[in-house]
């Protein structure tokens, strides 16, 4: 027989799945494991929340730095690419060519018409002022990006641990009843038992995300922050060559 296509033989094998009494064990587990418990859902719904948060943000960042990085190679004025940086979304790049323009234009301010004009004979301009102007952004940018990734380092580190208190309590707890009753049959132990590896389970499922996000931001991280520093030297050594156009 089917049900709205689906096979009805189906259904008991799906019910079957989730029979597990899962639900039932963790309803009566202790107040110690429930609150282990509690505690692992608050790390994993928060660390799910992160992920995603993460994730939109870097998607994004690569786009916008891919369209910017072309703007820059096509050789646009510094004036307009400082308007696209300051009109388009901002990303850690942009920034950081905002910071070396705005570090530009106060040197030339400072230095006034005749020191430009020696500048463009070949006198000392202050490009290291320029280039550390935009390695300090730069820095800024990547902890602002490595923002609530600690959190999701230590969800990876501490959920199995707190899962695992949970196991020894839920264990202790089945070895106290196995006293009490004086029995100690599969059906009196089992209880407590599943309910002690419901904590270890949960800490997993806690933890494995939450490394594996870390990590991967991380590189993704580390790969932003790779390709700002080659756009600081490309920058640095367009002025080089174009300081007195500039």
Same mark, same amino acid.
């Given at each position: 027989m089917m049900f709205?296509?689906?096979p009805l033989a189906v259904f008991p094998a799906a019910a079957g799945i989730l029979d597990t009494r899962v639900f039932q064990h963790v309803l009566l587990a202790g107040p110690i494991v429930k609150l282990v418990l509690l505690m692992l859902v608050v790390f994993s719904v928060v660390s799910w929340a992160i992920i995603f948060m993460k994730f939109r943000l870097f998607k994004g960042i690569e786009k916008n730095q891919a369209d910017f990085v072309?703007?820059?190679?096509?050789?646009?004025?510094?004036a307009v690419l400082y308007e696209l940086a300051d009109k388009s979304e901002k990303t850690p790049l942009t920034e950081v060519?905002? %910071?070396g323009y705005l570090e530009l234009t106060r040197i030339q301010r400072g230095?006034?018409?005749e020191a430009q004009q020696s500048a463009g004979? #070949?006198?000392a301009f202050p490009l290291d002022n320029i280039e550390r102007a935009m390695r300090k952004a730069a820095n800024e940018e990547a902890a602002l990006m490595e923002t609530y990734l600690p959190f999701l380092a230590t969800t990876g580190s501490a959920t199995p641990f707190i899962g695992l208190f949970g196991t020894v309590w839920g264990i202790?707890?089945?070895?106290?009843?196995?006293? %009490?009753?004086?029995?100690a049959t599969l059906a009196t132990v089992a209880p407590g038992i599943a309910e002690a590896l419901i904590a270890t389970?949960? #800490?997993?499922?806690?933890a494995i995300p939450s490394v594996m996000a870390y990590n991967y931001f991380l590189n993704r991280v580390r790969s932003i922050v790779t390709r700002i520093d080659s756009f600081t030297?490309?920058?640095v050594n367009f002025l080089e060559r174009n300081v007195d156009k500039v």
């Open positions: 709205s296509g689906v072309k703007s820059f190679a096509e050789g646009k004025n510094l060519f905002r %910071t230095r006034g018409p004979r #070949g006198g202790m707890n089945a070895f106290s009843g196995i006293a %009490t009753t004086g029995s389970a949960a #800490g997993l499922a806690a030297i490309e920058f």
